[in-house]
């Protein structure tokens, strides 16, 4: 039976314990127990001896701890107390055993404390600086990077970033760093911010925050071609271009340069425009027109000649750059070599230092001046002896060094705006446009205070006005002199030619056979109103009577002494052609031969007259020299001396005298020869002859 039932007899023991172990704890109970029904809470950060919780038990019960975890608890009486500092973040429970003992009695109460959390730590950032990047065209949105604080008290963090306008943001509420704008590498390489995280959505204590430095670099990214230096950068819409002008030079004719050709501004150099990558840069020669003269180094980009040129004049080469990376990448440019004939001299400034002066209160674009005591412009000039009289027009002028002041070209300083009293320095330079040759002075302009400039011993602007004022003055007066004299002299060239028409006698007087009546006077008398006032002796028929004047201080009395008297016959030499006159005496003395001074040629039978003007026969051979009687005759030329002191003579004799006219006569004495005029003054019977 034994054998068949071999575990009876322990598991019946096992049972019987069980069953009185039961029946124990249900009669300790009774004796001892732990007031509420939840397990006791204590905050962390607890003061030493704050009770935790207080146990219940019966007379006579002896309270003790059974298992106490880092000994944090004790016993005050039934009080369950804290007797060290309980820290949420290190242990958020304990378990506690009390022994409860009452004689024979005992009972195990295991009591679970719960350890409250405070806020009493910050949030905390693994590192203090990040670094993160981003390339420059990333699309607006794109995340650049989360950076994540941690809170030892489990709180929600809420994040955010400084400054928000420098191309960055975040995402909600988040660490996550986005774009916010189109990023440039050329306008800003990197940014600084500051991400912050607080455990509390508002700053009410407690409340904790930490920071994180973050430093973004803005990352280069190959997206423009080579840009040849020197440039100009520019915007266009988003993009951005360097422009540059070109590249010059000058070679002589038919000289090889040895070695890299100098050009303008520089030597042909061009750059990745995407600065950042800085890609190496090749050169070529595209096109080969001119690549039997020049060629390039692809790596330095320096021109050299192969041979001379042969032809003067500009040759235009185009350079290419491009990337040794990427041919997709790359740009051109021009240069621009003239070829011209060698000059022997270059130009030179006249003298290499210049000094010059003006006043502070000048105008805008007054000229500067020679010296402080003169009003004469300094003047700049530099000679190229390569010319004869040293001026090459090519030759042209600027300022260096100075703002204030510009060249003319022809090397005057002017000033461009206004300058305070002192001193300023410049240098000239001088450029020969044909072959780029030049040389350099230098200039040093006084600027002198207000009213100093021009005194003494010189002249103002004052003086020079006073003084074109008198010029003026005395031209006004010259010219008035002038035309008095030139009035004058016409007026008396006017009475000596009608007066030497009046005595040409020989063509028109003693014209028939016979001869003249003895006595008879030959006047003008009919024709005084034929509208030439000037006339000697025009006066008319119904003035006969009455003395009036007739101009120039002549009265009619004096006209009616100015009578011809014929007081001997004429000699055939006298006379035209008489052959032709044959056999006609009768009829001639049956006509009566009417003389007469007139303007006009009289053709009618019977009359023989005396034309004024320049109607006169050109076949007459008689000279008439006539001596006028006005005293305002001026002398020709081509009078002698003696002549003309003997006109003055008679003029002022008759400037003292009352106006007169000569009597015209002819006598058989002077024309017995065939000559003699003779002019008789009706008062002083003077007699003059001149030879016919």
């Known amino acids: 039976m034994e054998k068949k039932y071999p575990h009876f007899t322990l598991r019946t023991l096992l049972s019987f314990l069980l069953v009185f172990l039961l029946h124990r704890s249900t009669e300790a109970q009774q004796i001892c127990s732990m007031l509420g ?54 242990k958020t429970s304990f378990t506690i055993d009390l022994l409860c003992t009452k004689g024979d009695q005992f009972l195990t109460l295991i009591v679970v404390v719960l350890i409250e959390n405070v806020n009493d730590n910050p949030p905390v950032f693994a590192e203090s600086q990040y670094t993160l990047n981003v390339d420059e065209l990333s699309p607006v949105g794109k995340s650049v990077g989360a950076i994540v604080a941690t809170d030892a008290d489990k709180d929600r963090l809420y994040y955010s970033l400084v400054p928000d306008t420098e191309g960055f943001r975040l995402q909600e509420n988040s660490p996550n760093i986005l774009v916010q704008h189109v990023l440039d590498y050329d306008a800003a390489t990197s940014v600084t911010l500051i991400l912050s995280a607080q455990d509390t959505l508002t700053s009410t204590p407690p409340s904790f925050t930490a920071t994180a430095t973050i430093h973004v670099n803005i990352m280069d990214i190959d997206n423009r071609p080579p840009w040849f230096q020197p440039c100009t950068e520019t915007i266009v819409d988003m993009s951005k271009i360097c422009l540059s002008s070109g590249y010059t030079g000058t070679v002589n004719l038919t000289e090889q340069v040895v070695g890299a050709l100098p050009l303008l501004p520089g030597p042909v150099h061009a750059i990745d425009g995407d600065k950042g990558l800085n890609v190496p840069i090749m050169y070529r020669f595209p096109t ?12 330095t ?25 990427n041919g997709d990448q790359f740009a051109t440019t021009t240069v621009t070599i003239v070829v011209v004939k060698k000059s022997v001299n270059p130009p030179q400034f006249e003298k290499m230092e210049y000094e010059g002066f003006i006043s502070a209160d000048a105008d805008v674009d ?52 206004n300058v305070m009293p002192g001193t300023v320095s410049m240098n000239l330079h001088a450029i020969d446009s044909s072959n780029a040759e030049s040389t350099t002075a230098s200039l040093k302009v006084e600027v002198m205070p207000e009213g100093v400039l021009g005194a003494p011993g010189g002249y103002g602007p004052g003086d020079m006005a006073a003084l074109g004022a008198s010029l003026a003055v005395l031209l006004v007066i010259s010219m008035v002199v002038i035309g008095l004299l030139v009035f004058r002299i016409q007026k008396g060239k006017t009475d000596w030619r009608k007066l030497s028409e009046a005595n040409i006698f020989r063509s028109s007087l003693g014209k028939g056979p016979g001869e003249l009546k003895a006595g008879v006077q030959y006047t003008n008398e009919g024709f005084q109103n034929d509208g030439d006032t000037s006339s000697v002796g025009s006066k008319g028929p119904e003035e006969m009577d009455g003395k009036r004047s007739i101009g120039n201080g002549v009265t009619s009395r004096a006209v009616e002494e100015n009578v011809m008297k014929v007081s001997a016959p004429l000699y055939s030499n006298l006379l035209l052609d008489t052959s032709s006159l044959a056999g006609s005496d009768k009829a001639d003395s049956e006509k009566e031969v009417k003389p007469i001074l007139t303007k006009e040629r009289r053709v009618e039978e019977g009359y023989k007259s005396v034309w004024f003007k320049e109607d006169i026969d050109p076949n007459a051979k008689e000279e008439v020299v006539i001596i006028p009687d006005n005293g305002e005759r001026e002398g020709d030329d081509d009078d002698d001396d003696e002549e003309e002191e003997g006109f003055r003579e008679e003029e002022e004799e008759y400037d003292n005298s009352s106006p007169q006219t000569l009597k015209v006569l002819f006598s058989d004495a002077d024309m017995d020869d065939g000559r003699g005029v003779r002019f008789e003054d009706s008062e002083k019977e003077k007699i003059q002859t001149s030879d016919l």
């Not at 207080?54 to 005050?76: C, K, R, Y």
């Not at 080969?288 to 790596?299: A, T």
């Not at 041979?307 to 990376?325: M, Y």
């Not at 000679?383 to 005057?412: H, L, M």
Request: proline share 5%; net charge negative; no cysteine.
């Open 288 to 299: 080969g027109s001119e690549s039997d003269i020049f060629q390039i180094n692809q790596n």
């Open 366 to 417: 007054s000229m500067v001046l020679e010296s402080k005591a003169s009003n004469r412009p300094l003047k700049v000039q530099a000679k190229d002896t390569d010319y004869a009289d040293g001026i090459n027009p090519d030759v042209r002028y600027e300022v260096q060094g100075s703002t204030e002041f510009s060249i003319t070209p022809q090397g005057f300083i002017l000033m461009t705006k």
């Open 301 to 325: 980009g320096d021109i050299t000649m192969s041979k001379a040129a042969d032809i003067a004049g500009p040759l235009t080469l185009t350079v290419l750059a491009l990337q040794t990376s």
């Open 37 to 90: 029904a939840t397990p006791p809470t204590i905050r962390e950060n607890n003061a030493v001896g704050a009770v935790v919780t207080t146990i219940t038990t019966d007379e006579g019960v002896t309270l003790t701890i059974a298992s106490n975890p880092a000994d944090s608890f004790g016993l005050n009486g039934n009080n369950l107390i804290a007797v060290k500092v309980l820290d949420y973040e290190t």
